[in-house]
């Protein structure tokens, strides 16, 4: 059986600041993408591919799941928003674990699907649950920075949720490619004013 607690820490609502941060959104909308397209390769080519993937080696081995999300993450925006959300969760200390403890001193990355991962774990949560849920999260703040945009509605975003999510499949090797992102995200560095911070 699940626990409630799952519903906690993939909630939009939860104090970590994932509403500062559009991974790319922002930056493509504003140079006329199809929002929905970018959304939905974002979603399959970095988010399935790369931070839910990485969530079974993360149960295992945090400190090596750790560095290959930093790494994976090449644009300046994309590596702050992960570490600055894992940290915030970290510091929530909804769970006992002690990679979390050792984060929170300083003495680890903290990138947020490895804390998710972690709490996860923690929690008596399956892997598998934990991909579902982090997928979800991940792409409700992509669909949520569109509406914020207005690039789309509310409507067009629960249908959009509604069709990606029913092609939702477990992505095993780690493999996020996006470079589109990377350029984009590189990109909105430079942009001002601008709503989100990536």
Known sequence: MLTP?????????????SFNYSYGVEEAYMRGFEIKS??????????LKGDVAIIDLAY????EADEIVYASKLPKELKEASINMGISLARLELCDDDYIEKVNRGEGIGTYP?????????????AEDCKAGLAYAELSQLVFSAVRLRAIDFIEGQKLISEILSEYKDEKDFSPFSPILDILSKL???????????
């Open 5 to 17: 607690k799952i519903f906690q820490i993939f909630d939009s609502a939860l104090p970590i600041g």
């Open 114 to 126: 490895v804390i998710i991962a972690r709490c996860c774990k923690a929690l008596g949560i399956k």
């Open 38 to 47: 970018f959304i939905k390769d974002i979603f399959f080519n970095v988010i």
């Open 60 to 63: 295992e081995k945090p400190e």
């Open 188 to 198: 909105h560095e430079e942009r001002e004013p601008k709503v989100f911070m990536s």
